[in-house]
């Protein structure tokens, strides 16, 4: 079935240093959607990327999906301490059948 | 507005048990997803519901199952439980059906523990 990787599974930055947060899938998705959870919290929608190479920006934050429309990147530059928590990529398949498939997420920590 | 509405918050069930989740979504959102997360990893997608009519189900056996009623509100409902069915229970709701691309609104979960 398909599946969404991601990688890596932890990173632990300096405060001020970068950060980035990779996902691929197996299969075409129709777009890829990244949430952020606080730890103890839920899930939070950040954004979604829909077409071929699309490059988003939220202020310190850059969210790319590749050409081929099966792998995406999550960029924070200068990281904060309010960024901690884990960063899960979501990926949606075409079709009917229009379910999330989330990767594993990356969890992030940050020292001050 | 209300966002999604998750009860109860936490659940404490035995073995061999059933148990029945509930989910209120955003006002006019009609579709709403169901996902099992447990510690540690990404949510499981479980069930997803657009006009009442079933749109999606994951790899979970039969006993879990769900409704949406006509208010388009949600149950979760898993029979049988197991210890590894111990988890975060998560709603999620979205404006518009499969098709359409919007991002999902998740509700606050369900803590599901079973001993």
């Known amino acids: 079935g398909q599946q969404v990787m991601q990688i890596p599974q932890y990173q632990h930055v300096q405060e001020g240093e970068d950060f980035t947060t990779y996902c691929n899938s197996s299969?075409?998705?129709?777009?890829i959607q990244w949430y952020k959870q606080r730890p103890g919290g839920h899930p939070v929608f950040l954004i979604q990327?829909?077409?071929?190479?699309e490059v988003k920006k939220q202020k310190r934050l850059t969210f790319q999906f590749g050409e081929a429309k099966k792998n995406s990147s999550l960029h924070i530059t200068a990281t904060q301490t309010t960024d901690v928590g884990t960063y899960f990529c979501?990926?949606?398949?075409?079709?009917?059948?229009?379910?999330?498939?989330f990767g594993k997420g990356t969890k992030l920590s940050v020292k001050p | 507005d209300a966002g999604v509405t998750q009860s109860p918050t936490h659940l404490i069930k035995t073995r061999g048990q059933h148990v029945t989740l509930r989910c209120s979504p955003i006002?006019?959102?009609?579709?709403v997803s169901w996902y099992q997360q447990v510690l540690g990893q990404g949510p499981q997608f479980i069930f997803q519901?657009?006009?009442?009519?079933?749109?999606g189900r994951g790899n979970f056996p039969d006993r879990f199952s769900a409704r949406q009623f006509p208010n388009y509100s949600s149950e979760l409902n898993v029979n049988a439980l197991l210890l590894g069915d111990s988890a975060l229970y998560l709603c999620?709701?979205?404006?518009?059906?499969?098709?359409?691309?919007?991002?999902?609104?998740f509700g606050s979960g369900t803590r599901l523990t079973i001993v």
């Open positions: 006002s006019g959102h009609k579709s």
């Open positions: 519901y657009y006009e009442k009519e079933e749109r």
């Open positions: 990327l829909v077409k071929s190479g």
């Open positions: 999620a709701s979205s404006l518009a059906g499969p098709l359409a691309n919007y991002g999902y609104t």
């Open positions: 299969t075409t998705l129709s777009n």
């Open positions: 979501a990926g949606k398949k075409g079709g009917s059948q229009g379910n999330l498939i």
